[in-house]
């Protein structure tokens, strides 16, 4: 017997993902509907011995009236029987403390005629909030099966498995049957008609909770009112908020910089090892200069993409992030954004790509396409491997300003530039776009909730483990790519390299001898030729060709600029050494001073910083922005200012 | 005499709902509940006045005035 398809669709933050993670563990994976990058979760869950189900997890929606793409997914899942993803049953899920709201979702699922379950979720909360339901009546005035759970408490997940099980013996019926009013022939407008329809609705839900549901209203709003009290108050609020993200960020760095460290070096080891123990050849080669690094060079971003995935679930999931967009959106919108673009911003310390896609809660159209222009200049994680290692190449490690670590202050203004940049860019936007909208606004500011470990566990594994393997095939293509065009090269100064060098230098000792044909190889190698010829350009930024090579690789992604250079200097090279040492031994070859001197730091902080480096982001702005206009406009104006202020940053301190 | 709107309302006064002002208001907004005959308390304002906090009829959600000055109630 093939699964049972299983539907959860339920208003945002009812506990739809914990229930979820409840019923399919980790047996879940994360991909995309055809078409758009909305997230699309898929698990299976053992219903008993002999049946499974195939449970599929909709993205939040309050209504089936689509009015953003996530709802839009929702809409179309249900409603065409011929979509892969039509289910057999849908389990509607809402918070037993929102009743009223969350059944008008439910009584327009119920119209599609699909058998319908409705799942209490949060029904740990149902003494202490002093709710008491009527079931029976309940599940007779909705055309259902009920069941009560708490996905916290894991408890009620076999009943519900077990309804499940049964789903033809559910009823197909609407529950909410609209009068054939008068009224319905006088309105013209198809808002107006939705609108007495949504007013029916709502008289229907309120008749059924009247008969069925009751709370004991001295329960009711305790903690929000307590903790709203201090975190949206004026001057309190405002402190809090800033707290956290610095909090955050001096944690970041000094929190990943162990495991970053330890990553690097077990890399550099394993080529070595490769090196000891396998055969001499092309493919030892290849495996100890472009593989290894190459995945090294991913594998390092892990504790960091973690942590903020981390920080960034736990404000989301607690209510605290609603909070935060209430009290900034008149602020941000001085800078023709929204409160909602503080979702984006924060989100793109992790990545722009979510952040860009959470934009999408923006109602207002340029708000929200100044929020997804701009986002793309806060600092997100494929930048930290490129600041911490330059920064700790260009500040000594003991280094304390007020007893701040300075390595951790610099990185912090560098997010505070980015920041600050984004926003004053927005400002611009905001008085050159010339777009008429409405500024329409609504945001829910739900209960305040502790976190699920399970959930935000769940969370920081699926994301980092979906941009880990993201830009790991990026960057591992790109390293052996790159191996390739630096181990071989055209014409006979890369093929007579050694008789050449021997020439020109006949009294080196066979050490010098050695390294002297590397470099010489590594000039006249393909990807030398290529950074050669962009010499010229980059040169004023303080850059060597290496360094011009990383940053044309770096367009496609910036995370790929430490593989790159780790990739070009072990080309060749044979004792094992992390790539910061060798970084720091690297020296012009005309001057012989050193590479990266606190002049050239700077300004490659400064290039990768303001310029538009990665291919999926275009991509995604193109999606976001119905085509090419929007993310090639952003693409030559950041990477256009990138280059200015690492020119002037390097030509002032050199 | 104008009547009141949301956005005239006092922190913590309650009103109910009685129309809308041209057909401006969302739709989510109608959807989370923000119907006639329902009723809404002013929980707070944001420290800069804009947007305010409400609870309609058990839903917690948030506003920008130019909405709420939209939304005629009638005071309780
Ligand atoms: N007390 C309680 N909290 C829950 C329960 N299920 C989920 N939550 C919390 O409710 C919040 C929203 O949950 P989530 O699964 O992210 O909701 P979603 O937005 O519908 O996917 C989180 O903070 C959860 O920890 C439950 O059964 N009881
Ligand atoms: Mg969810």
Redesign the interface.
């Known amino acids: 017997m093939s699964d049972i398809k299983v539907a959860l669709i339920g208003n945002p933050n009812t506990g739809k993902t914990s229930l979820f993670n409840r019923l399919t563990g980790l047996n879940q994976k994360v991909g995309n509907y055809p078409g758009i990058t909305v997230d699309k979760k898929v698990g299976h869950s053992k219903l008993n011995k002999a049946i499974s189900a195939e449970i599929i997890d909709l993205p939040g929606t309050?209504?089936l009236?689509a009015?953003s793409l996530d709802e839009d997914v929702a809409v179309q899942v249900l409603s065409d029987k011929t979509n892969e993803n039509y289910p057999d049953v849908v389990v509607v899920v809402v918070d037993i403390e929102?009743l009223?709201?969350n059944l008008?979702l439910y009584t327009q699922v119920k119209d599609l005629g699909i058998p319908t379950i409705l799942a209490v979720n949060m029904a740990d909360q149902m003494k202490n909030r002093g709710i008491d339901i009527d079931m029976q009546s309940m599940e007779s005035l909705l055309e259902t099966k009920i069941a009560l759970v708490s996905s916290k408490q894991n408890k009620g997940i076999s009943f519900l498995k077990k309804l499940i099980v049964d789903y033809k013996s559910l009823s197909t019926v609407p529950c909410f049957i609209d009068e054939p009013s008068v009224l319905s022939k006088i309105v013209n407008?198809e808002?107006?008609k939705?609108?007495l329809e949504?007013?029916r609705r709502?008289q229907f839900i309120k008749s059924v909770l009247e008969k069925t549901y009751s709370q004991d209203p001295q329960n009711a709003k305790d903690l929000?009112?307590l903790l709203?009290r201090v975190l949206?108050h004026?001057y309190f609020?405002?402190l809090i908020f800033f707290t956290i993200l610095f909090s955050i960020f001096q944690a970041l760095f000094s929190w990943s910089a162990f495991p970053m460290d330890y990553i690097d070096s077990t890399f550099a080891g394993f080529s070595e090892m490769a090196r000891a123990h396998l055969p001499e050849g092309v493919f030892t080669n290849l495996l100890a200069e472009g593989i290894i690094p190459g995945i090294g060079g991913v594998v390092i971003f892990i504790p960091q993409i973690a942590f903020l995935f981390l920080f960034t679930s736990v404000l989301e999931e607690s209510g605290y992030m609603?909070r935060v967009?209430?009290?900034m959106?008149?602020?941000m919108r001085k800078f023709g954004l929204s409160?909602k673009s503080i979702v984006p911003l924060i989100s793109g310390t992790a990545c722009a790509i979510p952040a860009i896609m959470a934009a999408r809660n923006i109602?207002n159209w340029k708000e929200r396409l100044i929020t997804i222009l701009v986002t793309p200049f806060t600092t997100c994680s494929a930048r930290l491997p490129v600041y911490a290692i330059i920064i700790s190449l260009i500040v000594p490690a003991e280094a304390r300003f007020m007893s701040f670590n300075v390595q951790g202050l610099m990185l912090m203004a560098l997010y505070l530039l980015g920041f600050g940049v984004a926003i004053l860019s927005a400002m611009l936007l905001d008085k050159f776009l010339k777009l008429e909208t409405?500024?329409?606004?609504?945001?829910?500011?739900?209960?305040y909730k502790l976190p699920l470990f399970k959930n935000v566990a769940y969370t920081v594994i699926e994301k980092t483990k979906a941009f880990v393997f993201e830009a790991g095939k990026i960057i591992l293509a790109i390293s052996i790519l790159l191996w390739v065009l630096a181990s071989y090269g055209p014409g006979k100064d890369f093929s007579h390299a050694k008789e050449i060098v021997t020439q020109n230098y006949p009294d080196l000792n066979e050490e010098e001898l050695n390294a002297e044909i590397a470099s010489y190889k590594l000039e006249n190698s393909y990807i030398g030729i290529m950074g050669k010829t962009i010499e010229p350009v980059i040169r004023p930024l303080g850059y060597d060709w290496k360094i011009g090579v990383a940053v044309i690789t770096s367009f496609a992604a910036r995370e790929v600029f430490v593989g790159t250079l780790a990739t070009i200097y072990s080309v060749g090279s044979e004792e094992e050494s992390t790539i910061k040492d060798r970084m720091r031994n690297e020296v012009f070859q005309d001057s012989k001073k050193p590479v990266y001197s606190f002049a050239t730091g700077v300004s490659i902080l400064l290039f990768y910083a303001f310029a538009m480096q990665c291919m999926s982001t275009i991509a995604i702005v193109k999606r976001e922005t119905n085509g090419w206009k929007w993310p090639l406009i952003q693409m030559f104006v950041m990477s256009g200012f990138a280059y200015l202020t690492a020119l002037i940053a390097y030509q002032i301190l050199k | 005499m104008k009547g009141s709107t949301i956005a005239s309302l006092q922190k913590g006064e309650r009103a109910i709902i009685k129309s809308f002002e041209g057909i401006d208001v969302p739709l989510k907004l109608i959807e989370m509940g923000c119907i006639e005959g329902n009723y809404v308390e002013v929980l707070q304002r944001a420290p800069l006045k804009d947007p305010i906090y409400l609870n309609i009829s058990g839903t917690y959600l948030a506003i920008r005035i130019e909405v709420a000055s939209k939304i005629m109630v009638e005071r309780l």
């Open positions: 309050y209504s009236n009015s929102n009223k709201r008008y407008t808002k107006k939705h609108h949504t007013v709502y929000r009112s709203d949206i004026k609020g405002y609603s967009v209430f009290l959106d008149k602020i409160g109602e409405k500024s329409y606004f609504v945001i829910e500011m739900p209960n």
